[in-house]
């Protein structure tokens, strides 16, 4: 008997310790980045409240017919995004216009969506889930198919000590899990750390160095983006007809502009740009390459690439790229389809 009372005392410890050890939201700033635009003190954060937004993130009982969850689109080892197709595929198969971005260091954008028509991250999810063409959710059913769920009401309550779900409520618990998806952790942010044994190859300080000179002004370091709207010599798309920018503001000089994407884990975030027009990395360096063969409708920061890359200095710059890649963010376990009871 005493035995067992012992051994119950020390799982009850350990279940404790982990409980503790645990219970941090695992949103971090690293140590050479900026400070995140997020506001922090809108929504105090807890490990609960992640995971909470993890398990809404995967459910596809958010959507009309639960057929489709958020990660439908957003892949965890393509950095969030989608990568068999060029714009999204929703419910019944319907497609939509756009190619669904990465969610990479969303604490720090400024504006969502390649026209910036959303500007915070707690509202954001109302557009996916009642989009006709991704999950055509009517959000009154939705709160009503939430409160249904003892489940949920459990997991609100815990998480935020309210079980009445009400919309508000149930954008900050998805918020609480996209705002966590740092990635800074790439061999790039070893190198700037100056962590030991980690060194760019002679290439990779190649490709570093022409992205500096030519690419750094708009993907701007370390986030990738200077988080404004710029045009990179796209031809508008005459069946898709997006202006980008324009169809926020609807002012004519916003015409084909978009929102920088940043290029943290752009290996394997492929199909490319706005309606993923481009399949490969290659072809992106390619598309960059040809601009001073007379097109117009780049910003100024491209007119700087005067002549074509050579060969060589296209294999510099892709191996850079690669640099940007973060294993440990991609396969991050936290970040992963939540198993566990429902
Ligand atoms: C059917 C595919 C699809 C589904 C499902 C979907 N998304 Fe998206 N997501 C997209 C597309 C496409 C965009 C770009 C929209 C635009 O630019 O107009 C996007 C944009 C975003 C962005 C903005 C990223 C940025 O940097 O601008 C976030 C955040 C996001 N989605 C989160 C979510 C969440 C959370 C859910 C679930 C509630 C979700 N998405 C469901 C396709 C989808
Ligand atoms: C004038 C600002 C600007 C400069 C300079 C610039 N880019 Fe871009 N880049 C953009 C914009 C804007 C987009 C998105 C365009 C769209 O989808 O319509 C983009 C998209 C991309 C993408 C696709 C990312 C994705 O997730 O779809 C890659 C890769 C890329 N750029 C690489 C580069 C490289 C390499 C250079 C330097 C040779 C460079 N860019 C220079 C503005 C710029």
Redesign the pocket.
């Known amino acids: 008997m005493r035995i067992l009372n012992v051994v119950l005392f020390l799982v009850f410890i350990s279940y404790s310790f982990i409980v503790v050890v645990t219970d941090k939201h695992p949103f971090y700033i690293p140590k050479h980045f900026p400070k995140p635009y997020y506001q922090f003190k809108d929504v105090p954060q807890g490990r609960l409240r992640f995971e909470l937004g993890r398990t809404l993130f995967y459910d596809p009982a958010l959507s009309r017919d639960s057929s489709i969850s958020c990660a439908t689109c957003h892949l965890q080892y393509t950095g969030f995004?989608h990568i068999d197709h060029p714009v999204s595929h929703g419910i019944d198969g319907r497609i939509g216009t756009r190619?669904s971005?990465?969610m990479i260091n969303l604490a720090w954008n400024k504006f969502f969506h390649?026209d910036g028509g959303v500007i915070h991250l707690n509202a954001q999810a109302i557009n996916p889930l009642t989009h006709p063409k991704e999950m055509d959710m009517d959000i009154v059913e939705l709160l009503k198919r939430l409160n249904n769920s003892s489940f949920y009401r459990k997991r609100f309550y815990a998480a935020f000590g309210d079980s009445v779900i009400t919309t508000p409520l149930l954008m900050r618990g998805i918020a609480n899990f996209s705002v966590a998806l740092v990635s800074a952790n790439s061999k790039y942010d070893k190198v700037i750390l100056k962590e030991e044994g980690v060194a760019f190859t002679d290439q990779e300080q190649r490709g570093y160095d022409?992205?500096q000179k030519?690419?750094n002004?708009?993907?701007t370091e370390p986030l990738y983006t200077s988080h404004e709207?710029?045009?990179?010599g796209?031809e508008l798309d005459p069946e898709l007809k997006d202006l980008?920018r324009m169809g926020i503001t609807e002012r004519k000089a916003d015409s084909l502009?978009?929102?920088?994407?940043t290029?943290r884990n752009?290996e394997f975030?492929f199909p490319?740009?706005?309606?993923g027009r481009?399949q490969k990395?290659k072809e992106?360096?390619e598309h960059?390459s040809s601009l001073p063969t007379g097109n117009k409708n780049?910003?100024?920061?491209?007119k700087k690439?005067k002549k074509p890359f050579t060969e060589e200095q296209k294999k510099d710059?892709l191996a850079f790229?690669k640099t940007l890649t973060d294993k440990e963010f991609l396969y991050n376990k936290d970040f992963s389809f939540p198993r566990g009871e429902r």
Do not use: Q, R
């Open positions: 995004t190619n971005p990465v390649w022409l992205f030519y690419c002004a708009c993907h709207f710029k045009k990179n796209l980008g502009l978009f929102k920088i994407p290029l752009v975030s490319y740009m706005h309606d481009i990395l992106v360096i960059y780049v910003s100024k920061e491209l690439i710059l790229l």
